[in-house]
Structures are given as structure tokens and as C-alpha cells.
């Protein structure tokens, strides 16, 4: 079936460390991708997203680019804040009736 | 910014009884969606609703779960009688386009967090 696989958290950085998230999928059709991101006490934000092949979706300083030969869809930020600190979410849909497949969430935390 | 939000933010039961999360959607959103969340797990699907119908439900939507837009702006979960596994943040989300879209965003709500005794 269609899933979402994202590396296992939590991750730990230091302020202005470069950020990697991997994030894999699969589907049985042409999905769109997105991050979504959950901060404390909050609820899921959409941070970027990606429709089609070689794509990037940027937002905020985050990047991911839609690889479909790869079929991996990984987010990227050059330099991570304290304010980062969230928990992530990869997500895919097929674009039907809406239906969202969310990976398992990799917890970020940034050290000052 | 329009908003998605969600009551009550917390909510204990016991086993067996009944419970309506409610929801209030950005206003202009016609497409809606709940997803829960088990600690440790993953987020999951449980329901899209639109124009008064489900339009879609997942394996875990079975007839002890019921959702409905008694108004213009509420939409609602209802679990009849619950279990011990329906323990979860149950999150509401809406969209002003209908999934088929590209352009379709999902706008989610912060989570009700249940718990069943």
C-alpha cells in the first residue's frame, strides 16, 4: 500500500547546523508531497510542498526536492534556529479524495 | 490569519461512553477531514466529509464513529461507545478545494487530546 517512511527521531542539533530530515515513499500513483510541521502545544502546519517530479517546495529557509527516482522527497535547512524546534511530518496524497499519508514525525530539537 | 480550531483541547471518559469533538473550519472551506493520532504512531486518516456526505472513511472508521455539520460553521466526530484504544489527539482539518486538486492544502486544527479510562 501507499506509506510515508521518515528517519527516526529525535534528532538534536546546534543552532546553525545544517538540517537533513530523510523522508521515502511509496505509491501506487503520482503523489504530491508535503512537510508538514508541528511546533509545541500546536497544530500541523503545512511548511512546504511538492507536485511534481524534480519540484522544490520551499518555505522559511526549508527545502525538499521531489526526486521521483529516488522516490524520496528529504527536507533541508542550511543553518537551524532554537525557534526550529518542532516536530516534522512527511506526507503524501494521490491527489483523490483528499486523503492524507503522513510518515511517523522525526522530533527536532535545537540547542542554542 | 483564518484559522482551524478545535474543543475541547483535552477531554477524559470512560470506557463505553459517548463523546463529540468539535471542530470549526477556516469559513470559506467546504472540504473536511479528521485524522487521529495514537501516541508513538503515526497520523492516520479517518474520515473526509464534503456537501453533507462522507466522501471518504478509512479500516478505522467503523460504525462506532459518526461525523456531521450541524451548522455552517461546526463539524463534528462522534464515538458512540469507547474503547480504551480510541485513547488518541484527534485532529480536524479543512481544505477549500477538493483533494483531486493540486493546489489542495490542508489547513489543521491544534488536536483534541482523548483519553479513555
Known amino acids: 500500500g501507499d506509506s510515508v517512511t521518515q528517519m527516526e527521531g529525535p534528532v538534536t542539533l546546534s543552532e546553525e547546523a545544517f538540517l537533513t530530515i530523510n523522508c521515502t515513499y511509496t505509491a501506487t500513483g503520482y503523489p504530491s508531497l508535503f512537510w508538514y510541521v508541528q511546533y509545541p502545544g500546536e497544530g500541523l502546519q503545512l511548511l512546504l510542498k511538492?507536485?511534481?517530479?524534480?519540484d522544490k517546495g520551499s518555505n522559511k529557509g526549508f527545502e525538499a526536492t521531489y526526486r521521483k527516482e529516488t522516490t524520496s522527497f528529504h527536507l533541508e535547512k542550511g543553518s537551524v534556529q532554537v525557534s526550529d524546534s518542532a516536530v516534522y511530518f512527511c506526507a503524501l496524497t494521490l491527489n483523490q479524495g483528499g486523503k492524507l499519508i503522513f510518515g511517523q514525525g522525526t522530533e527536532l530539537s535545537v540547542k542554542p | 490569519e483564518p484559522e482551524v480550531t478545535q474543543t475541547p483541547s483535552h477531554q477524559v471518559t470512560q470506557m463505553g461512553q459517548e463523546v463529540i469533538l468539535r471542530c470549526v473550519p477556516i469559513?470559506?472551506?467546504?472540504?473536511f477531514y479528521w485524522y487521529r493520532q495514537i501516541l508513538g504512531q503515526k497520523v492516520e486518516f479517518l474520515v473526509s466529509f464534503y456537501n453533507n456526505e462522507i466522501s471518504e472513511k478509512s479500516e478505522i472508521f467503523d460504525d462506532q464513529f459518526s461525523v456531521e455539520r450541524p451548522d455552517g460553521s461546526n463539524f463534528t466526530l462522534k464515538i458512540r461507545s469507547t474503547k480504551l484504544e480510541d485513547s488518541a489527539m484527534y485532529f480536524c482539518?479543512?481544505?477549500?478545494?477538493?483533494?483531486?486538486?493540486?493546489?489542495?492544502?490542508?489547513?489543521f486544527g491544534p488536536g483534541t487530546r482523548l483519553l479513555v479510562l
Open positions: 511538492a507536485t511534481k517530479a524534480d
Open positions: 469559513s470559506n472551506h467546504l472540504y
Open positions: 482539518a479543512s481544505s477549500d478545494v477538493p483533494g483531486w486538486v493540486l493546489e489542495e492544502t490542508q489547513y
